[in-house]
């Protein structure tokens, strides 16, 4: 049974860090290309980050750019997203998303909320 758990959510204040890690089970996670998407109130799902199999090539949304890293650790099972200088428009649900290289098999988290806040 696949299973994505995110974790590390919680409120910061902006220009804070957080970090958010993704523990995978359930199938073989070194072979599937991994994203994190974020939904905010009222809004549409929006793709933050992809990570491939390999962990060689990261693609990351404009808007996060520059401050969000994201990098996986196949020994473990887990990817991460490192999140530095947060703003307030960067509060959203996060998910984790696994799915394989041809785009089957596709998978989600039950979220982790991040809330930037003053």
């Known amino acids: 049974q696949v299973q994505l758990v995110e974790s590390g959510g919680g409120l910061v204040q902006p220009g804070g860090s957080l970090r958010l890690s993704c523990a995978a089970s359930?199938?073989?996670?070194?072979?599937?290309?991994m994203r994190w998407y974020r939904q905010a109130p009222g809004k549409e799902r929006e793709l933050v980050a992809i990570i491939p199999s390999a962990g060689d090539i990261t693609n990351y949304a404009d808007s996060v750019k520059g401050r969000f890293t994201i990098f996986r650790d196949n020994s473990k099972n887990t990817v991460y997203l490192q999140m530095n200088s947060l703003k307030p428009e960067d509060t959203a649900v996060y998910y984790c998303n696994a799915r394989r290289p041809d785009g089957s098999n596709n998978n989600w988290g039950q979220g982790t909320q991040v809330t930037v806040s003053s």
């Open positions: 359930g199938f073989p996670f070194s072979v599937y290309h």
